[in-house]
């Protein structure tokens, strides 16, 4: 069906069913994953999809989605009646139109790179990995672009284009009984000349020089000292503990440590955290979010002080702010809701060298291994990949299967300094009903916390 027509369609339509407000999301989806174990191609698979989905509004939200465009029509009929039936005294914020046409722009786009060529590559970082005592290898790659034609009740026609790329690969080494494994991810809103400008040898001997260093590792000391995170646990531990903690649905829902803290310091004068879309090739970068909402920076804690919630349209209306554009969905048989996009630690002054120092008996964490935080009751704990003692300023002893735990006000009034090495280059896919891309990072961070083995 020709857009215009569809529009007019919708616009009939809501004039039947007396719906205030209506939005459309018309989505054509390119996709290519591949996955690959111990030299076998687990899943190799390239598909195309279009499909759309649709919200009306009338005090509740009525959502429905087709997987065929010819059934366009009927999911905008269906989700109008689903309002009606399910009429509810919620607000959202409606605002002006938008009509835009945008695209993220890479060098080299990973459609035009043929199947063969990813297959190739693959078999070429699966040798580089193996080695003595390295029985498990792992590879994951992805690409997709995601073609998307807004609009909505109020007038907005939004074309975006966003392009998406990823590369995971781990390996497990062994000694004896014992197994430890490493891992690397790289990832953006890029095209293939970020595979080409990877440097394979260096990385695949990084990881199993890792994971063979880990199996002589020490256990962790427990106890509360001194702690080094490097930006990747920075960057998590700010994701997880504050950054779904600051996310608007969780607020508005009471299920959040920060409900009613706007203005208030939370935190050391020196910690800002910054959720941006816009940061130029980042993992959770977009133009516009999915409710034709466009993606700007927000400022989640500006010196010390939290200044900023994430919203969508209905958290917006609730709190009386505008929306600042982190309704997102992992497709478009899926609603929006209030979605991280890069969220990271700004850089300070310090040098890594200048935190040693400081740390006398303390501890160095390096990297995410995973972890749990209730951001109700303000606690987390995270394992890091890796980890060292410190002493008097000194890095010593190695150690691992180690974890990082507090609560999560108590650990942002303990930062001691912040480094000036910012990276935001740990791309992944956080969870909350539905998958969306994320990226994180900061600087090395210089807090206090408890530490603990990781089971």
């Given at each position: 069906?020709?857009?215009?027509?569809?529009?007019?369609?919708?616009?009939?339509?809501?004039?039947?069913?007396?719906?205030?407000?209506?939005?459309?999301?018309?989505?054509?989806?390119?996709?290519?994953?591949?996955?690959?174990?111990?030299?076998?191609?687990?899943?190799?698979?390239?598909?195309?999809?279009?499909?759309?989905?649709?919200?009306?509004?009338?005090?509740?939200?009525?959502?429905?989605?087709?997987?065929?465009?010819?059934?366009?029509?009927?999911?905008?009929?269906?989700?109008?009646?689903?309002?009606?039936?399910?009429?509810?005294?919620?607000?959202?914020?409606?605002?002006?139109?938008?009509?835009?046409?945008?695209?993220?722009?890479?060098?080299?786009?990973?459609?035009?790179?043929?199947?063969?060529?990813?297959?190739?590559?693959?078999?070429?970082?699966?040798?580089?990995?193996?080695?003595?005592?390295?029985?498990?290898?792992?590879?994951?790659?992805?690409?997709?672009?995601?073609?998307?034609?807004?609009?909505?009740?109020?007038?907005?026609?939004?074309?975006?284009?966003?392009?998406?790329?990823?590369?995971?690969?781990?390996?497990?080494?062994?000694?004896?009984?014992?197994?430890?494994?490493?891992?690397?991810?790289?990832?953006?809103?890029?095209?293939?000349?970020?595979?080409?400008?990877?440097?394979?040898?260096?990385?695949?001997?990084?990881?199993?020089?890792?994971?063979?260093?880990?199996?002589?590792?020490?256990?962790?000391?427990?106890?509360?000292?001194?702690?080094?995170?490097?930006?990747?646990?920075?960057?998590?531990?700010?994701?997880?503990?504050?950054?779904?903690?600051?996310?608007?649905?969780?607020?508005?829902?009471?299920?959040?440590?920060?409900?009613?803290?706007?203005?208030?310091?939370?935190a050391v004068e020196e910690l800002?955290?910054?959720?941006?879309?816009?940061?130029?090739?980042?993992?959770?970068?977009?133009?516009?979010?999915?409710?034709?909402?466009?993606?700007?920076?927000?400022?989640?804690?500006?010196?010390?002080?939290?200044?900023?919630?994430?919203?969508?349209?209905?958290?917006?209306?609730?709190?009386?702010?505008?929306?600042?554009?982190?309704?997102?969905?992992?497709?478009?048989?899926?609603?929006p809701l209030v979605r991280m996009?890069?969220?990271?630690?700004?850089?300070?002054?310090?040098?890594?060298?200048?935190?040693?120092?400081?740390?006398?008996?303390?501890?160095?964490?390096?990297?995410?291994?995973?972890?749990?935080?209730?951001?109700?009751?303000?606690?987390?704990?995270?394992?890091?990949?890796?980890?060292?003692?410190?002493?008097?300023?000194?890095?010593?002893?190695?150690?691992?299967?180690?974890?990082?735990?507090?609560?999560?006000?108590?650990?942002?009034?303990?930062?001691?300094?912040?480094?000036?090495?910012?990276?935001?280059?740990?791309?992944?896919?956080?969870?909350?009903?539905?998958?969306?891309?994320?990226?994180?990072?900061?600087?090395?961070?210089?807090?206090?916390?408890?530490?603990?083995?990781?089971?």
């Open positions: 069906m020709e857009i215009e027509k569809l529009i007019k369609k919708a616009e009939e339509l809501a004039e039947k069913y007396h719906v205030p407000y209506y939005e459309v999301r018309i989505a054509r989806i390119s996709a290519t994953h591949i996955e690959m174990q111990n030299s076998h191609f687990e899943d190799i698979s390239s598909n195309m999809e279009i499909g759309i989905g649709v919200r009306a509004f009338d005090g509740s939200w009525g959502f429905s989605s087709a997987n065929d465009i010819r059934r366009a029509e009927k999911a905008i009929e269906t989700a109008m009646k689903i309002a009606k039936a399910t009429r509810g005294n919620s607000k959202i914020y409606i605002g002006d139109p938008i009509k835009d046409n945008a695209e993220i722009r890479v060098k080299k786009p990973s459609s035009e790179v043929d199947l063969e060529e990813k297959i190739a590559f693959l078999k070429e970082l699966d040798s580089l990995l193996m080695g003595d005592n390295i029985p498990n290898r792992k590879i994951a790659y992805g690409d997709g672009t995601k073609e998307q034609f807004y609009f909505n009740s109020v007038g907005s026609e939004i074309r975006t284009i966003v392009p998406r790329i990823r590369l995971s690969f781990s390996v497990t080494a062994k000694k004896g009984d014992d197994m430890q494994t490493y891992w690397k991810v790289f990832g953006g809103t890029s095209g293939w000349e970020i595979i080409e400008s990877l440097d394979l040898e260096y990385w695949a001997s990084f990881v199993k020089n890792k994971a063979k260093e880990l199996l002589d590792a020490s256990l962790p000391p427990s106890g509360e000292f001194d702690v080094i995170i490097d930006p990747e646990l920075a960057g998590v531990f700010i994701h997880e503990a504050l950054g779904h903690a600051a996310e608007g649905d969780a607020v508005k829902n009471g299920e959040s440590i920060l409900e009613g803290k706007l203005g208030e310091k939370i800002t955290v910054v959720d941006d879309p816009t940061l130029k090739g980042k993992f959770g970068s977009y133009i516009y979010d999915d409710e034709g909402i466009k993606g700007r920076r927000v400022e989640i804690i500006k010196d010390g002080v939290l200044k900023e919630y994430l919203l969508d349209r209905e958290t917006a209306a609730f709190f009386n702010l505008e929306p600042n554009g982190h309704g997102r969905a992992q497709s478009y048989n899926y609603q996009s890069n969220t990271y630690i700004e850089p300070r002054d310090w040098s890594f060298e200048e935190m040693l120092e400081e740390v006398k008996n303390g501890l160095y964490l390096i990297g995410d291994k995973g972890g749990q935080v209730d951001i109700a009751n303000g606690t987390f704990m995270f394992g890091a990949k890796e980890g060292y003692i410190i002493e008097n300023g000194e890095i010593k002893t190695p150690i691992r299967d180690v974890a990082l735990s507090g609560k999560i006000l108590d650990v942002l009034k303990n930062i001691r300094a912040i480094g000036k090495d910012l990276k935001i280059e740990f791309p992944g896919y956080c969870g909350k009903g539905q998958w969306v891309s994320v990226d994180d990072g900061g600087p090395h961070v210089l807090t206090r916390a408890l530490v603990g083995g990781l089971l």
